[in-house]
């Protein structure tokens, strides 16, 4: 086994297997961290005088960070590489995990979940660092298995969170994470190579202004749904992100109110979510991608998750949320990783930062709206209603995904 494992091949970069672990352990280790704080940061919220509407906004302040840098970050990794702007990330969210944990008031809170977002805003670099290195053809298989980092980031992040606020504080899971963030970053210094060569860098000058800054995210996102190629994936993909971050806010919430689940208990429920969403990338992906092709398993994903949206609400025991929550992570463990690798592939080698970018930008943006639409609906209009609604969204992202590919069809054949 030992003898198996070329140390110095590993430190130079030219086994793509160990490239493939280390950036996986780099997105395992970024996603434990968001995920420690989950279980308890609406009671948090509770302790410096908010309730679940300032939840739902201190979630969207994160994915509003995300969604401005994530494409421009993405635009940066294409010039100068995907390695400092992965360790930048890393690093940032040491910080922002640290004054997570030791903060006394709300706009304290909301300043580190606004950095933590420009810090994690790097997970599509992470995502166009493996297209760098894997063909088109195993693009999806590859992305299944990244995606599988975040499961197993919600198997392990999640519970552990809940337990260490149950039985110490809240601001324990931060220390944690700020700590874990640090050894991440540590990991990726010293183990983490370059993959984007010279030859498929942009040449182009960037400015690093802010207002430039959003403004060129801005432009990419426009000039990108400009391209037929794009536009529906791109919208679906949006559609999809407000219809699940729906979910941070009023998924806790129902347990804690209705079903009267304390934070560990929430914990063990998100481990259950990301047991299941492990699995199906990791063992059902490939095949099923290789039978079906990964438009049909992305369209299989979106009403999977939206049969689970539906039962979801109607349970009356913890235990039933092991069923709804079957469909939920099942559906979207088949469609984030298949849908990312159909939209790699409609680009270039020297776009796969900036289209990537744009995508996670696309998913912040679904982000910001979505948790502060679940806390405003769960109590304004009715506790089902944030959950209806987000199926009934995932319904109409395949029908207008189906419909639009007919059209492109169509006129194809009429040209």
């Known amino acids: 086994m030992f003898k198996s ?9 030219k086994n793509r297997k160990y490239q493939i672990i280390i950036i996986w352990v780099t997105i395992f280790l970024d996603l434990m961290g968001v995920t420690l704080i989950i279980p308890f940061i609406n009671e948090f919220v509770e302790q410096l005088g908010g309730d679940e509407r300032h939840a739902g906004f201190l979630l969207a302040s994160y994915a509003l960070m995300q969604f401005v840098f994530a494409p421009v970050l993405g635009k940066v990794s294409d010039k100068y590489g995907r390695r400092p702007i992965l360790l930048l990330g890393m ?6 995990f640290l004054i997570f944990g030791f903060a006394n008031q709300l706009w304290i809170l909301f300043a580190s979940r606004m950095l933590a977002g420009i810090a ?16 088109r053809e195993e693009r999806a298989e590859k992305m299944g298995i990244i995606q599988a980092a975040f499961s197993l980031g919600f198997i392990i992040g999640f519970p552990i969170g809940g337990i260490l606020a149950e039985q110490f504080s809240v601001a324990t899971p931060s220390l944690l994470a700020a700590f874990l963030s640090l050894i991440n970053g540590f990991i990726a210094y010293w183990f983490l190579p370059e993959s984007l060569i010279h030859k498929n860098r942009v040449k182009e000058n960037l400015s690093l202004n802010p207002i430039s800054i959003a403004k060129h995210s801005l432009f990419n996102i426009i000039e ?19 219809a699940f971050s729906i979910l941070h806010v009023t998924f806790v919430e129902f347990d804690r109110e209705y079903l009267e689940m304390n934070p560990q208990e929430i914990g063990f429920i998100f481990m259950y979510i990301g047991f299941v969403g492990f699995l199906v990338q990791i063992v059902a992906i490939k095949p099923l991608v290789k039978k079906y092709g990964e438009q049909k398993v992305m369209l299989f994903g979106f009403l999977l998750m939206a049969v689970g949206l539906i039962i979801t609400p109607l349970v009356d025991h913890m235990n039933w949320l092991f069923l709804t929550s079957l469909f939920v992570a099942g559906g979207n463990s088949l469609l984030a990783p298949t849908a990312t690798a159909i939209i790699s592939k409609n680009g270039n080698e020297s776009e796969q930062g900036i289209t ?8 912040s943006l679904g982000r910001i709206f979505g948790p502060p639409y679940g806390g405003l609906t769960y109590h304004g209009i009715h506790m089902m209603f944030p959950f209806i609604s987000s199926a009934i969204i995932l319904i109409g ?13 169509s006129k194809k054949k009429l040209t």
């Open 5 to 13: 494992f070329n140390f110095k091949l590993f430190l130079k970069n």
């Open 91 to 96: 690093f940032g969210a040491f910080i922002a």
């Open 120 to 135: 994690n805003a790097n997970i599509s670099v992470a995502q166009a660092y493996i297209a760098d290195i894997t063909s």
């Open 224 to 242: 990108y749904f400009g391209k037929p190629s794009f536009r529906p994936l791109m919208i679906i993909f949006l559609l999809y992100s407000f």
């Open 356 to 363: 990537l970018g744009i995508t996670q930008s696309l998913g």
């Open 397 to 409: 992202s395949i029908i207008y995904y189906l419909l639009t590919n007919l059209l492109l069809k």
